[in-house]
């Protein structure tokens, strides 16, 4: 029995400039050498994971989109995306609101993974409330959520697809029977965390979801993963 531990990346594992300390790269080497599964659960599209890759010296089972895209190195392990009328008909629906949208959608091999609206008039406070007006619209259609710091911008993957079924059938086809630990910092990390056998979030994120998980650690800034690797390895986690 092992652990299998699906992390996200901005604000979760990854530093604000996109960066990660000496420690927490050690941490990811030692855990993958002690048989601990770190898989990579992230709402960045696959252009921006080379850089994360050369950062933290880990290149693992990624989830990428939300779960629209699962890669193992170049290999395509399972990827769906959103039907070009359904991209159509977002555009639609949302632009009869009363907000000027400006929209973009995240293509990949000709597939759809994921339609950003941003919605640049209005501040980051006021996310959680178009969210959820924007789930009452296209909820039936796609699997809206958000996830950025300093702007609003929802974010639109295919329907009934988060990071959590995707890291599910993962862990199913190669580490089946593994604890599962989820460690996120925004709404489109909440799926993920309720899948978790443990739910994990860090002091600098979203405020609600410090009160659905069992342990909260330090931000990227102060190595809360590596923290976190080191607890399982030392067999320490959990102990108070």
């Not at 599209?45 to 994360?52: G, H, I, S």
């Not at 909820?139 to 958000?146: I, R, S, Y």
């Not at 604890?179 to 709404?187: K, L, Q, S, Y």
Request: net charge negative; proline share 6%.
């Amino acid at each position: 029995m092992g652990y299998l531990v699906a992390t996200d990346l901005d604000g979760t594992l990854l530093r604000g400039d996109f960066t990660v300390s000496e420690r927490t790269r050690r941490a990811l080497r030692d855990a993958t050498d002690a048989g601990i599964e770190v898989v990579y659960a992230t709402g960045r599209p696959p252009r921006w994971l080379p850089e994360v890759y050369e950062a933290t010296g880990h290149r693992p089972i990624t989830i990428c989109a939300n779960g629209a895209l699962t890669l193992r190195g170049d290999e395509v392990l399972d990827v769906v995306a959103i039907p070009a009328p359904v991209v159509q008909q977002l555009y639609d629906l949302l632009s009869a609101y009363d907000v000027e949208f400006v929209f973009h959608a995240e293509e990949w091999n000709g597939h759809v993974l994921k339609v950003l609206a941003g919605a640049p008039d209005l501040g980051q406070e006021d996310a959680d409330s178009l969210l959820e007006r924007v789930r009452s619209t296209v909820g039936h259609l796609v699997e809206p959520t958000h996830s950025a710091t300093g702007r609003l911008l929802i974010e639109m993957g295919p329907v009934g697809i988060t990071k959590a079924n995707a890291v599910e059938k993962v862990r199913e086809q190669f580490f089946p029977g593994y604890t599962r630990i989820a460690v996120g910092d925004m709404p489109n990390d909440l799926a993920l965390l309720e899948w978790a056998d443990i739910a994990v979030t860090v002091e600098t994120g979203h405020p609600w979801l410090k009160t659905l998980t069992e342990r909260v650690l330090p931000g990227p800034d102060d190595d809360g993963l590596a923290i976190l690797l080191e607890d399982l390895m030392g067999g320490t986690f959990g102990v108070t």
